[in-house]
């Protein structure tokens, strides 16, 4: 049974920081190409960031390029995203995503407010 299941979300002042973690389970992790993506209330859901299988090439969405950081822990099944200098617009749902060739799963979110 596959599972994604995110952590780490919250309330958090303009400036800060959080962490948001991505456990897997129930596929071959170090395979699959890893990625967050965000939806805002009343907004398309966007890929935030990308971090491939075998080679960990990272990619970022311009916005959040400088501030936020994906990697991978392919012996703990889990991948991160370190966010810092947040921003009331970073406010959204984050979701982590699993994809390899036609397979592609997604975890339930977890919700990151940025506001004083």
């Known amino acids: 049974q596959v599972q994604l299941v995110e952590s780490g979300g919250g309330l958090v002042q303009p400036g800060g920081s959080l962490r948001l973690s991505c456990a897997a389970s129930g596929f071959t992790f170090s395979s699959f190409a890893m990625s967050w993506y965000r939806q805002a209330p009343g907004k398309e859901r966007e890929l935030v960031a990308r971090?491939?299988?075998?080679?960990?090439?990272?990619y970022y969405a311009d916005s959040v390029k400088g501030r936020f950081t994906i990697s991978r822990d392919n012996g703990e099944n889990t991948v991160y995203l370190q966010m810092n200098s947040l921003k009331p617009e970073d406010t959204a749902n984050y979701y982590c995503n699993a994809k390899f060739a036609w397979l592609d799963y997604w975890g339930q979110g977890t919700q990151v407010t940025v506001s004083s």
């Open positions: 971090i491939t299988g075998v080679n960990s090439n990272t």
